[in-house]
């Protein structure tokens, strides 16, 4: 898989912000402290949020990405992610599969679209519409969605050699799998947990 220079080879997906009640303090202090860190990719994920209290919770997360020149895509619907003035947006694998056309963004030609794939139909379809990168799960034991059952090395590689698009392995990883997810034909690992408690 090529280099995308766009890309950093390391997604933070953010960890539920709630409930917190301090109105995103702890949150927000801890995405500072791992963009010191060096994440410079970084996906707001708080399904539990109203879409009121998640533009909040943006608007403070970008003042932050920005600081240090990262990139946050909101996960929400693509007309969400546009009025929040996102870099882009993730798609759960349910929009993904309801898009029939890449989802429009502006006309900035740094807008990331990502999707959420677990299987190869989902993988094509990322791949037909024309996303940017995509993420593949489970591949190892997660303990965000214990119930889910990984597919195991083998089968992430097979997945990940049927399409030319960027995936990033997601489910138990490590940085320290980073090479082993491109041995394997991927791009980079996401994570929720070892990238947010650094």
């Not at 489970?138 to 965000?144: D, G, H, I, N, R």
């Amino acid at each position: 898989m090529s280099q995308d220079n766009r890309l950093p080879e390391r997604y933070l997906i953010t960890p539920s912000p709630m409930p917190a009640g301090d109105g995103g303090v702890a949150f927000l202090a801890r995405l500072d402290r791992v963009l010191q860190a060096g994440i410079r990719l970084v996906q707001l994920r708080a399904p539990e949020l109203d879409a009121t209290a998640y533009a909040r919770l943006f608007a403070q997360a970008q003042v932050y990405c920005r600081r240090y020149d990262a990139t946050l895509l909101a996960n929400t619907t693509s007309e969400h992610a546009q009025i929040l003035g996102a870099q882009g947006v993730h798609l759960s694998s349910a929009r993904l599969m309801a898009c029939r056309v890449r989802p429009p963004g502006p006309l900035d030609a740094g807008y990331l679209v990502s999707a959420a794939c677990h299987d190869l139909p989902q993988l094509l379809h990322a791949v037909q519409i024309g996303v940017d990168f995509v993420t593949l799960s489970p591949v190892q034991a997660t303990l965000t969605h214990p119930e889910a059952r990984p597919m195991g090395w083998q089968a992430f590689a097979e997945l990940v050699g049927q399409v030319s698009v960027p995936v990033f392995a997601l489910g138990g990883m490590r940085c320290e799998d980073l090479a082993r997810v491109k041995q394997a034909g991927g791009y980079g690992i996401a994570a929720i947990n070892s990238l947010w408690n650094v």
